[in-house]
T-cell receptor, first 113, second 111 residues
Framework: DGGITQSPKYLFRKEGQNVTLSCEQN?????MYWYRQDPGQGLRLIYY???????QKGDIAEGYSVSREKKESFPLTVTSAQKNPTAFYLC????????????FGPGTRLLVL | SQKIEQNSEALNIQEGKTATLTCNYT??????LQWYRQDPGRGPVFLLL?????KEKRKERLKVTFDTTLKQSLFHITASQPADSATYLC??????????FGGGTRLMVKP
């Protein structure tokens, strides 16, 4: 059963803490993306990766970091530098960078304690 | 500046009617435009893609039009059902750039 998985579904962050959101895909897609969605708003691109060991900043990369050590995995770390991290985080993948259909995971909701 | 506008107010319609959602854009020359459906607390799901040289695309009860002169796409759901209630997002792909999403329009279909 192919697709994208994200974990955890809910994540709580304490002040000054770094947290990591997991994203795994078994679609054999080259490109992967992280988006942030705030209530009633569209998706904003945080980071994207077109190939293993390479990634690029999106529109709102400050306070976030990523890695792409494996084709299947693209974890996102929300650092303590991100002062307003409460949001719904979505991971997506596509066969080629920026083109055609993007397939989304179920999302992780990050809340600040 | 580049902008993608979707009606932020919810669209309420009666079951069986046709729902029409609008996506307007400025300062883009999109190679193609996509529509996604998003249910509460879930990730978006791809519905349709229409290219800049296509005027209309259909899939079952869905129809998308693309007018590059008006810089507008219309998304129609015919014979709407309560199960069609969701938020619908349009997304533009500008050659050389990434996919950019609009804010979405929430559709409520009442029985």
């Amino acid at each position: 059963d192919g697709g994208i998985t994200q974990s955890p579904k809910y994540l709580f962050r304490k002040e000054g803490q770094n947290v990591t959101l997991s994203c795994e895909q078994n679609l054999n897609h080259d490109a992967m993306y992280w988006y942030r969605q705030d209530p009633g708003q569209g998706l904003r691109l945080i980071y994207y990766s077109q190939i293993v060991n390479d990634f690029q900043k999106g529109d709102i990369a400050e306070g976030y970091s990523v890695s792409r050590e494996k084709k299947e995995s693209f974890p996102l770390t929300v650092t303590s530098a991100q002062k307003n991290p409460t949001a719904f985080y979505l991971c997506a993948s596509s066969t080629t960078p920026g083109t055609e259909t993007q397939y989304f995971g179920p999302g992780t909701r990050l809340l600040v304690l | 500046s580049q902008k993608i506008e979707q009606n932020s107010e919810a669209l309420n319609i009666q079951e069986g009617k046709t729902a029409t959602l609008t996506c307007n854009y400025t300062n883009y020359s999109p190679a193609y435009l996509q529509w996604y459906r998003q249910d509460p607390g879930r990730g978006p799901v791809f519905l349709l893609l229409i290219r800049e040289n296509e005027k209309e695309k259909r899939k079952e009860r869905l129809k998308v039009t693309f007018d590059t002169t008006l810089k507008q796409s219309l998304f129609h759901i015919t014979a709407s059902q309560p199960a069609d209630s969701a938020t619908y997002l349009c997304a533009l792909y500008n050659a050389g750039n990434m996919l950019t999403f609009g804010g979405g329009t929430r559709l409520m279909v009442k029985p």
